[in-house]
Every structure is written in structure tokens, then in C-alpha cells.
């Protein structure tokens, strides 16, 4: 009965990891490592760091966000274990010419994923996600942390004012 219990318990466990780790994967842009500099000496493992990542959105043609980010090194950093902490920070910047769809510019699409790390083995991952305000006529990135159980207050914005492209 006990075998038969514990085999459940793994399944059920296996099955939630696979729940909480696949839509990280999907439907949100990958970002490209533009640098990193070392926060933290470690004596075992890689040091502590700050990433600076950037995604072209993937639903906004023109508009790219860069990223930094908290990397916590050491061996639990090393083997991908380490749970990074929630401090982030954005800039985001219209890099070309930005013609919104119909479903962004009716606010049927506030509030979309546009980007998610991972930032612990299970449960915590850093986000982005995008807001229009039609009455300034700009795009809004926000990014925060947030955990299954308990997320982060810390969060930062930035805004891209759409204008014309010459």
C-alpha cells in the first residue's frame, strides 16, 4: 500500500512540475544576453551576477526591452538549483516602426506575457508583460517576480511612446 501511495505521490509531483515548468516555454520571446558583470565573489562555483538580456516583443514589430537581472552563482548556481532573487529592471525603446494590432489597441490584450524566465528550479519565474494606454497612445512593460505561492512586490516599468518612424 505503501509503494502504491509513494508511486501517486511522485506521479502527482512529476505531473505539477511539468504544469508549473512548460508554459515558460511557450508563447513568450527568448531573450538574447547582451552582457553580465560579477556582483559576488564565489569562492566554489560561478560568482553572483547581473544579466542584461534583450526581447523583441514578440506580438509589437519595433519594440525591443532590455532587461537586467539578479543570477545567483555558487555551486547551486552552477548546477541550475540556485533560486535567483526578484530584483529586475527594464528599458524598453521603439527600434524601428510600430503598427499595433486591432486586439493590442482594443485592450483585449493588456496584461499579455510578453517574456518569462525561470529564476528557481520550480515555482519562480521573472516576467514582463505589456499594457497599451490608447489615451497617451503608449506601450507599458512591466516586470515583477512572482512565485506560486508568494510573489514580489518589486517590480519596474518602462514606456514606449509610439511615433512615427522616419
Known sequence: MQRRFDLVKNSFAAFLSILVVLPMFIGAAAAE??????TKFKLLGANDKIVI??????????????????????????VGVAEDTSDASIACRQIGPIVL????????ENGEEVFK????????????VRFYDPKRNVLVYLTY??????????NSISVIPIKSWN
Open 101 to 108: 494590432s486591432d486586439k493590442i489597441k482594443s485592450g483585449k
Open 117 to 128: 524566465k525561470s529564476t528557481s528550479l520550480l515555482f519562480k519565474s521573472l516576467q514582463v
Open 53 to 78: 538580456e534583450a526581447f523583441d516583443d514578440p506580438e509589437v514589430p519595433g519594440a525591443t526591452c532590455y532587461l537586467s537581472r539578479a543570477k545567483t552563482g555558487g555551486v547551486s548556481g552552477a
Open 33 to 38: 544576453e547582451i552582457g553580465k558583470v560579477s
Open 145 to 154: 517576480s512572482d512565485r506560486i505561492i508568494e510573489g514580489s512586490p518589486k
